[in-house]
């Protein structure tokens, strides 16, 4: 896999500021970004906000123009210390054509979010050679498991590199221990970017993929798409989490659920020595665990660990 170097953003340490961007989707209620905000403030951090807010244009924050110049305003600010994502949704993709490559590379900072973040998480390694962090949101901060909330502050404290905890990994196909870039996030926004200059490059990477609120079916085509464009055949190692439909399921329902989903990418990959996991701890519910997206991973599927360096 042909990447740039990588580029370690910098620890943080009480009382840095954290300022919070909307890249992408409106908040209908300011309950969850109060809690987020609160939770900071506990964790030791400051917080910077727009003063207004974000004006909402219907599904986004925002237009275009204006979020992709706050992004650019926080990064050249002294005095903030990383960008953290108001929430997902949708609207990374309409940035990426708007965003200065020399700006991102001039400031790098840590940037925070998962779900449409994926989208931003792939150009910052792709194409500027920086990590970034794949997790919670700070409306979705509320919500997360101790451990999530744990390991989130751990990250940004400059621990990011400490072995993953795995204890209800699945070894779905084992093999030989594997080493490459950690790419991946969620599966739908990876969809939205294939056949655009912006599609990562998934050779020999270790990728991590999770989605929420899709059927079957859905979740069923997007692998076949992935796996259609040569791209399933590409990774050193596949990594699986939260594949949540909107609805609520029991357990054993949810079980069944993700081993259709385990069943059909071991399919697609039938031909490949690659190691399949299973359950690793992100997604859209509490336990959504921190990852350094574009660092060095090595998955050791005898060992069951995920370590970063």
Known sequence: MQTPPSIRPKPLKRGDTIAIIAPAGQIPDT????????????????VKLPRNLWPGTGYLADTDSNRALEMHKML????????????????????????????????????????????????????CGLISFHGPVLTSLSSCSSAALERFHATLMGKWDKPLPLKSIEILRGGDSVTGPLVGGNLSSIISILSTPFQPDFRECILF????????????????????????NEPAAILLGDFSPSQEMDSLESIRFHEEIWTRVLELTENTSIPVWGNLPIGHRSNNIILPHGSIANADSCQASLSFS
Do not use: N, W
């Open 31 to 46: 309950k969850g970004l109060e809690q987020g905000v609160s939770i900071l403030r506990e964790m030791g951090f400051e």
């Open 76 to 127: 050249a600010d002294d005095d903030v210390s990383a960008l953290l994502a108001l929430r997902g949704g949708f609207g990374c993709l309409r940035l990426l054509p708007l965003l200065d490559l020399k700006e991102l590379k001039k400031h790098p900072k840590p940037v925070i979010g998962f779900s449409d973040l994926t989208i931003l998480h792939t150009l910052l390694f792709q194409q």
């Open 209 to 232: 993929l999770e989605d929420v609120g899709e059927p079957l079916y859905k979740l069923d085509k997007m692998f076949t798409q992935l796996f259609q464009a040569g791209i399933l």
